[in-house]
Antibody, heavy 120, light 110 residues
Framework: EVQLVESGGGLVQPGESLRLSCSASGFIFSGYWMHWVRQAPGKGLVWVSSCNSDVTFASYADSVRGRFTISRDNPKNTVYLQMSSLRAEDTAIYYC?????????????WGQGKLVTVSS | QSALTQPPSASGSPGQSITISCTGTSSDIGGYNYVSWYQQHPGKAPKLIIYEVTKRPSGVPDRFSGSKSGITASLTVSGLQTDDEADYYCTSYAGSDDWVFGGGTKLTVL
């Protein structure tokens, strides 16, 4: 059974940094693209970032490019989202999502999400 | 990276069929057959119900179907059931390893 468990969320002040982690199990982690998608309270889903198996390819939404960095540790079956210079508008539930073997493979399995609140 | 356009709400009675549209551009929906649809119940994570425009993951009822014409994709839910009441989101691959989501449609089963 595919499982994705996010951790590392919480309350931070504007301008601070935070790192989200996503621990994966139930599949061969190194064979899949991984993604982060966020959802502000009461709002819709927004794609944030994606990376391939060895992070030779990483992409970002315009709203986070230059502030967020996606990375992964395949032996630890974990993908990360390092978030810096956080803004109030980054407040959201962040979902870790497993894709497929290709960048265009569907975002198939979702974690339960982790809330990040940016507020003074 | 402009969001895809979905109607904010849709409704139908049990047993009826409804169709939700999702309009993009030639750079996303119109350029690729990689449109997916997700169902999200309140407080829950999204669930994939349609991928690659028309395909259903294992376990998704065939009451859910997808299609695409030009820059518009559609999700049809037939034989509406009360449990279908949820938010529905479309997404499309947009090239260069990017993805774009629709704003979501709240489906009410009257």
């Amino acid at each position: 059974e595919v499982q994705l468990v996010e951790s590392g969320g919480g309350l931070v002040q504007p301008g601070e940094s935070l790192r989200l982690s996503c621990s994966a199990s139930g599949f061969i982690f190194s064979g899949y693209w991984m993604h982060w998608v966020r959802q502000a309270p009461g709002k819709g889903l927004v794609w944030v970032s994606s990376c391939n198996s060895d992070v030779t390819f990483a992409s970002y939404a315009d709203s986070v490019r230059g502030r967020f960095t996606i990375s992964r540790d395949n032996p630890k079956n974990t993908v990360y989202l390092q978030m810096s210079s956080l803004r109030a508008e980054d407040t959201a539930i962040y979902y870790c999502v497993r894709g497929g073997p290709y960048s265009w493979s569907s975002l198939e399995y979702w974690g339960q999400g982790k809330l990040v609140t940016v507020s003074s | 990276q402009s969001a895809l356009t979905q109607p904010p709400s849709a409704s139908g009675s049990p047993g009826q069929s409804i169709t939700i549209s999702c309009t993009g551009t030639s750079s996303d929906i119109g350029g690729y057959n990689y449109v997916s649809w997700y169902q999200q119940h309140p407080g829950k994570a999204p669930k994939l119900i349609i991928y690659e425009v028309t395909k259903r993951p294992s376990g998704v009822p065939d009451r859910f179907s997808g299609s695409k014409s030009g820059i518009t994709a559609s999700l049809t839910v037939s034989g509406l059931q009360t449990d279908d009441e949820a938010d529905y989101y479309c997404t499309s691959y947009a090239g260069s390893d990017d993805w774009v989501f629709g704003g979501g449609t709240k489906l009410t089963v009257l």
